[in-house]
């Protein structure tokens, strides 16, 4: 299995701000996901990291609200721009494990509270 | 429409008592169901993957089964330590390539 490191954890950020998060896999990983979770709700999908490509993402999710890199195949940041206390949430990093089965795993989150 | 669907959102047990999850899907093309758990502040971690009806995978007190509609994930002579937030989720053939989509979870708490 893949371990997922997130940094930072968790932060308090003013509104207008704009916060970026951090994912390393400690393996080569050809997929990695960005997720947010908001209480109550779904793990909903923002956007595909494509290695050395602009990221694909997700209906209602924009590159210029959550602009993605991922330069290599183990590191991936996500940014929330101009942040708004709707931004507040949990923010998930994954990534496809080697298995056939094929399946993914997570990061701890990364919990952002916006003010 | 949800195209994942878990219920209850919540359940409560009394230690050793056997209950199941569901989780009812409307994905055409399934390319696995996936069970996970989710503890507080932590990032869900994976159980089982099932690919095909009439399936079953089981791991300790945890027994998955899949039909061509459904989930269920059975719970056998639960303990405490298996409080925790089960999520399910699908991957399917149009969409986003490896992704899943994710129910939102039965908040399970056992009582000892």
């Known amino acids: 299995s893949a371990v997922i490191s997130q940094k930072p954890s968790r932060d308090i950020c003013q509104r207008g701000t704009s916060l970026t998060i951090q994912c390393q896999v400690d393996?080569?990983?050809?997929?990695m996901f960005w997720y947010r979770q908001q209480p109550g709700q779904s793990l909903t999908l923002i956007a595909t990291?494509?290695?050395?490509?602009?990221?694909?993402?997700e209906s209602g999710f924009v590159i210029d609200k959550f602009p993605i890199s991922r330069p290599n195949l183990t590191f991936s940041t996500l940014t929330v721009s101009n942040l708004s206390p709707e931004d507040s949430s949990i923010y998930l990093c994954?990534?496809?494990?080697?298995?056939?089965?094929?399946?993914?795993?997570f990061g701890e989150g990364s919990r952002l509270t916006v003010l | 429409e949800d195209q994942v669907t878990q219920s209850p959102e919540a359940l409560r047990l009394q230690e050793g008592e056997s209950s199941s999850l569901n989780c009812s899907y409307t994905?055409?093309?399934?390319?696995?169901l996936f069970w996970y758990r989710q503890d507080p502040g932590k990032g869900p971690e994976f159980l089982f993957t099932?690919?095909?009806a009439g399936e079953e995978k089981e791991k300790e007190r945890l027994k998955a089964t899949l039909t061509k509609k459904e989930s269920f994930l059975h719970i056998t002579a639960p303990k405490p330590e298996d409080s925790a937030t089960y999520l399910c989720?699908?991957?399917?053939?149009?969409?986003?390539?490896?992704?899943?989509?994710f129910g939102k979870g039965t908040s399970l708490l056992v009582t000892p």
């Open positions: 099932l690919y095909s």
């Open positions: 990291a494509n290695q050395g490509s602009e990221a694909t993402y």
């Open positions: 393996s080569q990983v050809t997929m």
């Open positions: 994905v055409s093309g399934l390319r696995g």
């Open positions: 994954s990534a496809r494990g080697q298995t056939n089965t094929g399946e993914l795993f």
């Open positions: 989720a699908v991957r399917q053939e149009a969409g986003s390539g490896y992704a899943l989509n």
